[in-house]
């Protein structure tokens, strides 16, 4: 049942992108393939490939695109985009099938449909089938020839054609000649030379064009300093680097990186980690080569497979972290601040590089390989209620979990939060009308205050300048800063702590999504003061920074209240001295009464994030259980072996 469910996802993303791809307007879909093959295309035009600057291949991939320019530009678009879904399948089916020993019978049945929507989930493979480029191709050769090619000559043979399409492939003859495979080198040489030549002879003015006046083709491209171009030269030049000081830097990091991977993929090759190995040598590909366009750096997935970490839970940070990077773009997995752009603009080529040279990933030797140190885990504690139906989804861990992948984790969420807050959006008109209906029910209720509130602090320009400054200061640094306290000091309760808040702000973007409401300063007819951003031209709203990055009408239930009020629990349920209670509960009372004097919130978006938050806590109480304090005689349950676990005397206390 679980690889029957796996090949539908496969399929439902294999779809999907096809769908995307033969939906998109003629004009924007397969804008590489129209620029090569369409009827204006260069490969249609007589004269040079490299004049009109659209065309970045080898001469032998143009020789081989050629014939292809005659056909049908419809059917070949069709073509093409099934064509290219199929390599990604074979693709799949080849590294899945090249898994170093052991392997379990699960694992290898597990581990096609796994590949094969990962790959269909990455970058490379999304930008190849929209653009309609080649680069799976060079890729798929390498694999074939390293794993299901029989004998050396015919393995070197399919390894040289990728280097005759992809010049950068040439770094495997050298893990082919250091791993014994000796006759595969010299084949894949001998190959890569003859499709050039017979290249140079069919098309000597272009060959020269791209072999000499292009240095290998290095000057080839409209801009080498873009984003796009995720190599060594491409980020030289993006760091403002030109000349021949960039030109001997980015020789001499090419070395360096060239020598250390090479080095190291012939460690893991003849420890048993042939697909590693070839995976680590794509990467010095991607570095060493003067351009590696995004759709070229399907290098780096191939790597998940290496295992980093003794422990079962680092274990997961590597394979994490590189999805993360293959699949999202670097906005979303950094931060948008002007000190994080040059690893922001380099995320993946920095990756690369540390696949390459740095991530320490373990040997087939070592004990851990196979049996990671296990995770402690705290026995079960029952309800303390017995009407409570606990749910055992989740084992409550002893240990802070990897800081990395928090930190990975944490900013990927917040991203897709502030997205989906994005997103949830009715327009101003049925935001304001949702505004109108609860400030007539807060009448009804009598506790319609915001209107006083907002014009008493008016009055008073110290009061109006302290609620301005706690409700734009406060909302970010308090969360985060319990967050770090509870990572270094409370392990245990960080992760309680975590779920809670991550469950109530999951159950608060529902309520942004269907119930889009204006807050007290955007309904124009009642008279509120927008103390924070002052008076503002609806048409054209101006909030300064915020202004495109926040919904404004994302106001139901109110998270600044919400996350003020989880703060205050946590501190209050865990601090040990009652003036650190008190101070802790003071910041939800101080928040609640900053959002309603500076007209952002109405009292009942406040109840709101109340009730969310304790639907959090509820959450977290029925799928793990009570909360158990960290004292010295909680029982760790901790797996010796897959299936087996070992206990220790003492209950945890439970509160």
């Not at 033969?22 to 397969?30: C, Q």
């Not at 300093?225 to 993006?238: C, P």
């Not at 900053?594 to 509820?618: C, R």
């Amino acid at each position: 049942m679980a690889r029957a469910g796996l090949w539908l996802i496969a399929a439902f993303l294999a779809v999907r992108q096809v769908v995307a791809v033969l939906s998109t307007p003629s004009g924007e879909r397969l804008a590489d393939l129209e620029t090569w093959i369409g009827p204006e295309g260069v490969l249609h035009v007589k004269g040079p490939l490299y004049d009109a600057g659209q065309f970045t291949g080898t001469p032998f991939g143009g020789l081989v695109l050629k014939p292809l320019a005659s056909g049908a530009e419809q059917s070949l678009g069709w073509a093409w985009t099934f064509g290219t879904l199929g390599l990604v399948v074979v693709l799949g089916l080849v590294a899945a099938r090249a898994l170093p020993a052991p392997v379990t019978r699960r694992s290898a049945l597990l581990a096609a449909p796994v590949a094969i929507s990962l790959l269909m989930l990455s970058l490379p493979v999304r930008n190849t089938l929209h653009l309609g480029q080649t680069s799976i191709i060079p890729v798929l050769l390498v694999l074939l020839g390293c794993f299901t090619a029989r004998g050396e000559r015919s393995s070197g043979l399919l390894i040289g054609l990728g280097a005759a399409l992809q010049p950068a492939v040439l770094v495997f003859a050298p893990l082919l000649w250091f791993t014994g495979r000796r006759r595969a080198a010299v084949s894949s040489g001998v190959t890569f030379a003859a499709c050039t030549l017979l290249a140079w002879a069919a098309m000597p003015r272009d060959s020269w064009t791209y072999w000499v006046h292009h240095v290998a083709g290095a000057g080839l491209g409209p801009h080498p300093d873009g984003l796009a171009n995720q190599s060594l030269h491409g980020a030289l030049l993006r760091l403002g680097l030109h000349g021949p000081l960039e030109i001997g830097l980015f020789l001499v990091l090419g070395a360096v990186v060239a020598v250390v991977g090479l080095r190291r993929a012939v460690h893991y090759a003849e420890d048993g980690q042939l697909l590693l190995a070839v995976a680590l040598t794509g990467c010095v590909a991607v570095a060493v080569s003067p351009t590696s366009w995004q759709h070229q750096l399907l290098w780096l997935l191939l790597a998940v497979v290496g295992r980093v970490g003794r422990t079962v839970s680092a274990r997961w940070v590597w394979p994490v972290a590189v999805v993360l990077v293959m699949t999202l773009p670097a906005r979303m997995v950094l931060p948008d601040v002007t000190v994080a752009h040059p690893l922001r603009d380099n995320l993946v080529l920095i990756a690369v590089i540390a696949a390459a040279t740095l991530v320490p990933f373990l040997s087939r030797t070592a004990p851990e390989y196979r049996a990671p140190i296990p995770t402690e885990y705290a026995r079960p504690v029952p309800a303390r209620w017995s009407w409570v139906p606990l749910v055992p989804v989740w084992r409550r861990v002893l240990t802070r979990p990897n800081l990395l992948l928090e930190l990975l984790l944490i900013r990927i969420v917040y991203t897709a939060y502030q997205q989906v807050r994005l997103a949830a959006t009715g327009g101003r008109a049925v935001a304001e009308a949702h505004g109108t209906q609860i400030h007539s029910l807060e009448q009804a209720l009598g506790i319609d205050i915001e209107h006083w509130a907002n014009h008493a602090v008016v009055k008073v320009p110290w009061l109006q300048g302290f609620f301005d400054f706690y409700y734009e200061s406060f909302h970010f640094f308090v969360p985060l800063t319990v967050l770090g306290v509870l990572y270094v000091w409370r392990p245990a309760q960080y992760r309680w702590a975590r779920s809670a808040l991550g469950f109530a702000t999951l159950l608060a973007l529902i309520g942004f999504w269907f119930y889009p409401l204006a807050p007290p300063r955007l309904m124009p007819t009642l008279g509120f003061i927008d103390t924070v951003h002052g008076v503002q031209d609806f048409s054209k709203p101006d909030y300064g920074a915020l202004t495109a990055l926040t919904n404004q009408y994302a106001a139901m239930p109110s998270l600044h209240f919400g996350w003020a009020l989880w703060c205050g629990l946590v501190i209050a349920i865990i601090a040990p001295k009652w003036w650190m209670k008190a101070l802790g509960l003071m910041h939800p009372l101080f928040t609640v009464s900053a959002i309603i004097a500076t007209g952002n919130h109405w009292v009942l978006d406040a109840v709101g994030g109340a009730t969310v938050v304790g639907a959090g806590f509820a959450l977290t109480y029925v799928l793990s259980g009570p909360r158990a304090r960290p004292t010295t005689d909680v029982r760790p349950m901790i797996p010796r072996q897959a299936g087996e676990r070992q206990t220790a005397t003492a209950e945890p206390h439970r509160t």
